[in-house]
């Protein structure tokens, strides 16, 4: 495998499958079988999942809910999902952790830098909820912190389209795929990514993103094995 570590940020939305909310158990089989097939191959496998299926914390001021309030809603949402991942996962063999930025040990571990990385060392995929604990954080930027902090060799970034492209695939069909970028070049050029505080957390630490098609089936261990023409690759 071409990477040891790595931390695999999904997005809340995806586990919609083609419902409008919720979460789709034929989408969670898919990916709990393309984690298992790298997970096999004796990589080192960090989680951290959204919880826009459910709620997201952007939504709060126009219902009503104060901001804050509104982020550790959607912080909970992630939690939900998480648990179904983990849940999912245990289903088909696989030993899992879930580490909380909240508190709440009834469901999950809080999260210690420590035993997070102890955790991976023998072999159990961690799954990180409730973001970073604090609110006007993403989960994009949870998921860079975590990668930093586990020391991760890359941050995988699942998405529904299979990389950057020069103008969004889904409206202009003579879009073309970029196989590689510099974090510089994304800023200059506006590429909507992660949000910033995340991407910046990458860059300072030359932690790499490679943004790729999650729901494509076999596109994750294509990309572990060094395929090139798997995703964008970001890097310094």
Do not use: W
């Not at 219902?63 to 088909?92: C, F, P, W």
């Not at 571990?109 to 990180?128: C, D, Q, S, T, Y």
């Not at 970034?157 to 073309?176: F, H, L, M």
């Amino acid at each position: 495998m071409k990477y040891k570590r790595v931390l695999l940020k999904l997005s809340g939305e995806a586990l919609m499958g083609n419902q409008q909310y919720g979460i789709d158990s034929e989408r969670l089989e898919q990916y709990a079988m393309e984690i298992k097939a790298i997970h096999e191959q004796g990589v080192e496998l960090a989680i951290v999942i959204g919880g826009g299926n459910i709620y997201r914390g952007v939504q709060a001021e126009a219902s009503g809910i104060d901001r804050v309030q509104g982020d550790y809603m959607g912080m909970l949402a992630t939690v939900i999902n998480a648990m179904a991942i983990q849940s999912t996962l245990e289903k088909h063999g696989m030993y899992t952790r879930l580490m909380s930025g909240i508190k709440m040990e009834a469901v999950c571990e809080p999260f210690i830098r420590r035993r997070a990385v102890r955790h991976l060392e023998k072999g159990r995929i961690v799954i990180f909820g409730a973001g970073i604990g604090n609110p006007y954080f993403t989960t994009d930027s949870t998921a860079s912190l975590r990668a930093i902090e586990v020391e991760a060799d890359v941050v995988l970034k699942g998405t529904r389209v299979d990389g950057v492209y020069t103008a969004d695939p889904e409206k202009d069909p003579d879009a073309i795929r970029i196989e590689n970028l510099s974090f510089d070049e994304v800023i200059s050029k506006g590429y909507n990514i992660m949000d910033m505080t995340a991407f910046t957390l990458c860059q300072e630490n030359n932690v790499p993103i490679i943004v790729f098609d999650m729901n494509k089936p076999g596109n994750l261990m294509s990309l572990m094995s060094g395929q090139e023409n798997v995703g964008t690759l970001i890097s310094n």
